[in-house]
């Protein structure tokens, strides 16, 4: 073998790898930049529910209304829900890893109530506990981690991602003793809650431009509370503790364009 054709052979085994690695990246490259797209799934929620009394009651104590069972201890409002939303972000390929951050607006729809009445055995006394959740717009900020494993030809995408979310709650909690006019103030807000949110997916690329991700969250959204609640100040001197912890879980496929 002369040294032209060593030479020859070392050269076209340089630009065969070399093309390879050019066509690696030009592969990756696609997925970085600015996207934006749509996505829809299902949500299951859990609003867990607190109350407790305390003080004097018309008639009873409240050690001995907490006979009744139903509000001494948490409950919890549970509710199946779809959701869909918007979500836009900004990665930025480091190798095989990306890097960057995700904003997505979502209807999570979370609607559930309930009314308990209890007889109180001491007393005869009646008493009901009515309780109500809704949640509807959630915003998320997440920074998120990407990979792009060896094995694939740079199509599928994996990631992790976790940050803040602002989610509008509206939450109602009333605690009534039936045999006379008396109620307690419980607790009636609506207002935006701040929690957090982490979870991942992965995503598929259908071309340089489309993609197709299915994503799982989960989301402890806040609470709310109110302590020291007074009732009807005409009856008895008594204070109620109330406080609503919302979480979510969701599970979503999205379709995004990569600008």
Not at 40 to 51: E, I, N, P, Y
Not at 79 to 106: F, K, M, N, P, W
Not at 121 to 130: D, F, I, M, V
Request: glycine share 12%.
């Amino acid at each position: 073998m002369t040294s032209l054709t060593r030479f020859v052979g070392f050269a076209v085994v340089v630009s065969t790898l070399l093309i390879g690695k050019t066509g690696i990246a030009a592969e990756l490259d696609y997925w970085d930049g600015y996207y934006a797209g749509l996505n829809l799934g299902a949500s299951a929620s859990t609003a867990k529910m607190k109350f407790d009394p305390s003080g004097s009651f018309l008639g009873p104590t409240a050690a001995d209304i907490a006979d009744g069972n139903f509000w001494r201890s948490s409950r919890k409002l549970k509710s199946s829900d779809l959701t869909g939303g918007v979500h836009a972000g900004y990665q930025q390929r480091y190798g095989r890893t990306l890097v960057g951050i995700e904003l997505d607006l979502s209807q999570l729809g979370q609607r559930d109530s309930s009314s308990v009445t209890a007889t109180v055995p001491t007393s005869g006394s009646q008493y009901r506990l009515e309780q109500q959740v809704e949640t509807d717009l959630s915003i998320s900020l997440r920074p998120r981690i990407a990979y792009v494993p060896e094995s694939g030809s740079g199509d599928l995408l994996l990631y992790v991602t976790g940050g803040l979310t602002y989610t509008r709650a509206k939450v109602f909690q009333k605690f009534t003793q039936l045999n006379v006019a008396y109620y307690s103030e419980g607790l009636s807000d609506s207002r935006w809650l701040v929690g957090w949110v982490v979870g991942g997916g992965i995503e598929y690329a259908l071309s340089k431009q489309w993609s197709l991700k299915t994503e799982y969250l989960y989301a402890n959204l806040g609470s709310i509370k109110k302590n020291n609640a007074s009732g009807n100040p005409g009856f008895a001197a008594y204070t109620t503790n109330n406080r609503v912890d919302l979480t979510n879980h969701t599970f979503r496929l999205g379709m995004t364009y990569r600008f």
